[in-house]
């Protein structure tokens, strides 16, 4: 038990200071260099932690917690508040509607989905996590959020997925502008390519984005004269959450 209890605290040390160098995390524990190692090697083979991707001697969070935290998830109101809305609006479009929720600024995890019967169709797994700047839920959160928060996001590095994605800051703030004045976001393969998404924030009592919903389709079916009425079902399924949520 006592082995459990240092794995769950240099757990929630990476949690807290990553990325995280072995060392730093000695210090912060006082234990011998080689349990600490030991400790985080165990973790990474489980996939609770992983490599930093730009220095491999830092440690980070692994995806095995964002795949958890949508299960435990699942028992909460505001899982229980979008389920209807979201099989409402899956039978009124006949396109894949997911709810994600922001993993602070690190990126957007997919918590929930409902399929449509298109044989092609877009496709997100529950715990899929995506970047806050390339993706329409990504958008819809971060333009709810405090100048600060998204003056933090927008100084570190956006990572381009195709000719389409906002990597400069200046373009993104504009874009989160867009978005405030039309109670939208919309991504054309700005992510995935062959992929669209138009999303809506999920708002707590103060404003506060808690999840993002969102309409997802392939390319071949996204109808750019159909963006205002898509834009509108999608933000009064996000209203309409907030209000189920807040009850």
Known sequence: MKSVTRSLRILEAVAQ?????????????????????RTLVTLNEAGWLRANRKDTTRWEIGTRILAVRPAALQGSSLFAA???????????????????????????????????????????????????????????????????????????????YGAQTITDPVELRAELQRVRDRGYAVNHNQYL??????????????GVPLAALAVSLPDSRFEPGRLTELGQLVTDTAAEITARHLR
Do not use: W
């Open 82 to 160: 979008a389920r209807e809305p979201m099989i409402r609006l899956r039978d009124a479009l006949n396109e894949t509607i997911h709810l994600s929720v922001p993993d602070a600024l690190q990126c957007m995890v997919v918590v929930d989905r409902v399929d449509c019967d298109h044989a092609v169709r877009t496709y997100h797994a529950i715990g899929d996590t995506s970047p806050l700047h390339a993706t329409a839920t990504g958008h819809a959160v971060l333009a709810h959020l405090p100048k600060s928060e998204v003056d933090e996001f927008a100084a570190g590095t956006l990572e381009g």
């Open 17 to 37: 200071h990553q990325p995280v160098t072995v060392g730093e995390l000695t210090k912060l524990f006082g234990l011998p260099k080689s349990t600490v190692q």
């Open 193 to 206: 390519q062959g992929v669209c998404a138009i999303a809506a924030p999920v708002l707590d009592g103060d």
